[in-house]
């Protein structure tokens, strides 16, 4: 193995070990107590591909919701809709990944 090879074995190991570090200490400042029921709000377009959409963001992160978790409403004129999501948090990480996906979307038009 050169010493090239090595070096940049080195790297990738201590640079995992410097995200696994930091994500540890975002778990620590978090002021949310996991597990917990966590709602996350969607607004887009009232359209059944983007509520698919949604509902497959958040099933990758947390699967197997109850139907019994989502709460759509659509808006005044129908364009728009509301989601609300009751997610059953465990980490931050996990939260922070939802979000990602979510507003990676190029329609979400808010998240919180």
């Known amino acids: 193995m050169s010493d090239f090879e090595t070096d940049k074995s080195r790297a990738e190991q201590a640079h995992a070990a410097a995200v696994k570090a930091e994500e540890a200490a975002l778990e620590r400042e978090t ?17 059944d591909a983007f509520m698919a959409d ?40 996990q939260l922070d990944a939802i979000y990602r996906g979510i507003t990676a979307h190029p329609d979400v038009k808010m998240c919180l």
Do not use: Y
């Open 54 to 93: 949604i509902r497959a963001v958040v099933d990758t992160h947390s699967p197997g919701l109850p139907e019994s978790a989502w709460t759509i409403r659509p808006s005044a004129k129908g364009n728009f809709v509301g989601m609300t999501v009751m997610v059953a948090a465990v980490s931050q990480s």
């Open 31 to 47: 002021l949310i107590e996991f597990p917990c029921q966590f709602p996350i709000k969607i607004m887009g377009p009232a359209t």
